[in-house]
């Protein structure tokens, strides 16, 4: 019911520019198109690598996550990060990152301190 209420959970697939050496091993070996789909989830996301058949899941909880807007968008959490290009399949997502941005806030909200 909350997936409907926000209007979708999860992203179109973006592909992947850069990742952290540590998510190195789950990115396709050959000079192959590496795509990910973002999940949001209550107290987090779930970012699926897609490995040929295989598939990789990266949990990050909203308290260890971190976003920064470059040229495309790069996500930070427990010392690993991954970078999506900027392209086509980036910008049909842009909804889908304003909600992820917004449900980070708000989460964040709930733990901040009132002086």
């Given at each position: 019911?909350?997936?409907?209420?926000m209007?979708?959970?999860g992203?179109?697939r973006?592909?992947?520019?850069?990742v952290?050496?540590?998510?190195q091993?789950?990115?396709?070996?050959?000079?192959?198109?590496?795509?990910?789909n973002?999940?949001m989830?209550p107290?987090?996301?779930?970012?699926y690598?897609n490995?040929?058949?295989k598939?990789?899941?990266?949990?990050?909880?909203?308290?260890?996550l971190?976003?920064?807007?470059?040229?495309?968008i790069?996500?930070?959490?427990?010392?690993?990060f991954?970078?999506?290009?900027?392209?086509k399949l980036?910008?049909?997502?842009?909804?889908?990152?304003?909600?992820?941005?917004?449900?980070?806030?708000?989460?964040?909200?709930?733990?901040?301190f009132?002086?």
């Amino acid at each position: 019911m909350e997936s409907l209420k926000m209007g979708g959970i999860g992203s179109k697939r973006m592909i992947i520019e850069n990742v952290s050496p540590n998510l190195q091993q789950h990115l396709n070996k050959v000079s192959d198109i590496n795509y990910a789909n973002i999940e949001m989830r209550p107290s987090g996301i779930l970012i699926y690598i897609n490995k040929g058949l295989k598939n990789y899941t990266w949990i990050i909880p909203f308290y260890h996550l971190v976003i920064y807007k470059s040229n495309g968008i790069s996500i930070h959490a427990q010392g690993k990060f991954i970078n999506f290009k900027n392209n086509k399949l980036f910008k049909e997502n842009k909804t889908f990152m304003s909600k992820l941005m917004n449900a980070k806030v708000k989460f964040d909200e709930r733990y901040s301190f009132q002086f």
